[in-house]
């Protein structure tokens, strides 16, 4: 079975080294195209078995899988420069792309009968971390389903959500990152000014999230459990939990992501 991953930067780029060293496609197996010569030396670099090209039409000539992984805006032009193609081999298409709706794929295609995944990872996909969210059209098989899933749980963990619940999901996970990441450099800074280095303040924080969210996973709790275990009836945890939800921690979160989200 062959891919063609059309577009091969942040996504793009992650999901082509990613699948490579996973069991769903052999990395001779996988074609990415992009216009950006060196950035697809690079990836040549890093994997020699995967095929380069600068070419899209020629790179979907023999795919039975085509992922798009460019910018939004470029999703429509892309798609109608390979559209010929595409509606002779008629292969399962794969798009990332923040916004990009069904409705809108099948109108660049012009036909309404392809099988389409939507898909959206965040940065970590570039360290198989990802949580990543796929909504499938009514015209996937089985079969198709099970491929993606696997893909992507190889490259972090496939999260099978409806098509109506990506903008959401976007926020919460793709968006979220970002927010994972306030909370350890706000983190950072108070424990620097209580007097710890840049570097142990991020090395004890970065473990203790680590060991937060591993915590999680091992016991199948959720956080509020794992709170109260650490908090001693009138201790110091509680007392900077509260402090931190009179400061408006909590719903500045829910505030941010339900912005994100466009709610
Ligand atoms: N970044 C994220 O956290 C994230 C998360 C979820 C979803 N997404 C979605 O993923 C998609 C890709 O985002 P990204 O961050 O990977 O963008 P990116 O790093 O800019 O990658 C897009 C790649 O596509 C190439 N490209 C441009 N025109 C092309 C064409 N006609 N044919 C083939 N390749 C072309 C670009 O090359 P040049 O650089 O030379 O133009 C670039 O290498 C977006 O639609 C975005 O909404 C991104």
Redesign the pocket.
Known sequence: MKIAI????????ATARGLATGTVFKAAEITV????KE?LAKIKADVPEINIMTD?LAAVADADVVVT????W??Q??IE?IRPTLAKRRPLIIS?????KFADLNGFLADDTFQLVSV????AIAIKQSPTLIAFNDKVSDENKALVKKMFDELGSAIIIDEKQMAAG?AVT?CG?AYAFEYIKAAMQAAIELGFYPHVAKAMIDQTVLGAVELLEHNGTYPDTEIYKVCTPGGITIKGLNEMTKEGFDHAVIAGLMKAAGK
């Open positions: 059309i577009g091969a930067g942040n996504m793009g780029g195209s992009e216009p950006n950035t899209n992984a460019v910018k939004p470029l999703v032009p892309v420069g990332i792309a923040a916004g990009i959206i990872p965040n940065t976007t793709s990152i």
